[in-house]
């Protein structure tokens, strides 16, 4: 009897910790796999669109710009070519229109929250399309890159989503006063952000 008791008592030990090491190794593969269907969650979230600039106002000012949302932020990229030397503004505008000459089909700013014309985070206020100024190079190329939580890609938010509006570079500087667009001058480049 004390035989029986000793074996039960063994076959119970080993099957409660074969057991606790099966447990233990299901529940590394769970969160293995919920750690994997999260990044590829991610990865589907994140959302890019793409345009090339084209010149506006005779300048021979034309680019690309992207767009990528992910993480609850939006970062803008876009590459340059054919400006003078030196500053120029670059904004967001009302209306993906760049079907005219002069650019100003796109509208004036996006300015959705109706704030004053002024430089992005101003507590005087500022348009969700003021991105600001930039440099161009000796050869006439600039780099520009823009990160802001305040923009979406499609959204159902209109104070955020920026799809349907138009980037647009300009000759001048944005002088981050005059109302209600800075007095930065000729449309010199423009993209639309459709999908």
């Known amino acids: 009897m004390?035989?029986?008791?000793?074996?039960?008592?063994?076959?119970l030990f080993i099957f409660a910790t074969s057991c606790k090491k099966e447990?233990?190794?299901?529940?590394?593969v769970i969160e293995e796999t919920v750690e994997e269907v999260k990044e590829e969650v991610?990865?589907?979230?994140a959302k890019e669109v793409k345009f090339p600039l084209e010149a506006k106002s005779d300048s021979g000012v034309t680019g690309e710009v992207t767009f990528r949302e992910e993480g609850g932020k939006v970062m803008m990229v876009a590459y340059l070519s054919g400006l003078?030397?030196?500053?120029?503004?670059?904004h967001l505008h009302e209306k993906a229109d760049c079907s005219s000459a002069d650019g100003k089909s796109t509208g004036g700013?996006?300015?959705p929250t109706h704030q004053p014309h002024g430089k992005w985070g101003a507590s005087e206020g500022y348009h969700k399309g003021d991105i600001g100024n930039f440099k161009a190079d000796a050869e006439g190329k600039a780099?520009?890159?823009?990160?802001?939580?305040?923009w979406c890609i499609g959204c159902d938010d209109p104070n955020k989503n920026i799809l349907g509006k138009a980037v647009i570079v300009h000759q001048g500087v944005d002088d981050?006063?005059?109302?209600?667009?800075?007095a930065a001058g000729a449309r010199i480049s423009c993209a639309g952000i459709i999908e």
């Open 2 to 11: 004390k035989k029986i008791a000793l074996l039960t008592a063994c076959s």
């Open 84 to 90: 003078t030397e030196g500053e120029h503004a670059i």
């Open 23 to 28: 447990k233990k190794e299901a529940k590394e």
């Open 176 to 182: 981050f006063t005059s109302q209600p667009s800075g």
């Open 42 to 45: 991610e990865e589907v979230m």
């Open 143 to 150: 780099k520009v890159t823009f990160e802001t939580d305040q």
């Open 109 to 111: 700013h996006w300015n």
